[in-house]
């Protein structure tokens, strides 16, 4: 049984964590309860629960853990995907992390070990999307597996899995799953036209965007 008492800052979170978890499904990034989020503050993790919908979600079913995956927030049992979650978050920045089965993606995931470079918001994503090598769902070598096609990366597609990203809040990461996703049907249609192949960008096309990113927006 959890006993620490919650904040007003993790209950923010975790509002904010529910509504992204809802707009998977709304968007169709996921099918019924597959596919979780997380949030990080401090050190703790906000977490969605396993196998509860997540329109069933309340501010009472607040699920927490620490770094190490002890549950400290809540009595619902956490995702079982919790150990790739705790790897993103114990080996980089990451305030979130988005989990989705997205079809196009995971369609990918199948077909090539990496996701071709058919558009520039593969720099957004830090470069060529990788495809992490199939492993068991909830498992340590999923992670592990996970982490390597992550590296310089912040998201990558599981091969007959899914997707994975993250971002310094859960708009970022949310939106980078967006996008993979939007970038591996775009693929797949131009991919489908007989007898053409779609043009790829080059690495160094690819890093001049990626420049250009770095002052994309707004200025404060």
């Known amino acids: 049984m959890a006993e620490q008492r919650r904040d007003a800052e993790q209950e923010r979170t975790w509002a904010e964590l529910v509504a992204t978890a809802r707009r998977t499904v709304a968007d169709g990034l996921v ?4 596919g979780n989020v997380s949030a990080r503050v401090g050190d703790l993790v906000l ?27 809540g009595t619902l049992v956490p995702t079982s995907e919790l150990p790739m979650h705790l790897a993103v978050y114990r080996s980089t920045d990451a305030r979130a992390v988005v989990h989705t ?21 593969a720099a957004a994503l830090g470069g060529p999307v990788r495809v992490a090598p199939y492993a068991t769902y909830g498992t340590d070598e999923l992670a592990e597996n996970m982490l390597r096609a992550l590296a310089g990366r912040s998201g990558c597609l599981l091969q007959n899995h899914g997707t994975l990203t993250y971002g310094a809040g859960l708009d970022q990461a949310y939106d980078r799953t967006a996008q993979l996703e939007w970038m591996c049907r775009l693929w797949l249609t131009a991919s489908s036209v007989p007898g053409l192949a779609p043009s790829l960008l080059t690495e160094a096309q690819l890093a001049q965007v990626g420049e250009r990113l770095k002052g994309y927006g707004q200025r404060r």
């Open 31 to 34: 099918v019924g309860t597959s």
């Open 47 to 73: 977490v969605t629960p396993s196998g509860v919908p997540y329109e069933r979600l309340t501010p009472d079913d607040i699920t927490g853990v620490d770094l190490a995956g002890r549950q400290v927030l």
């Open 101 to 121: 089965h997205a079809v196009h993606a995971t369609a990918v995931s199948t077909l090539v070990p990496e996701l071709p470079l058919v558009h520039y918001m």
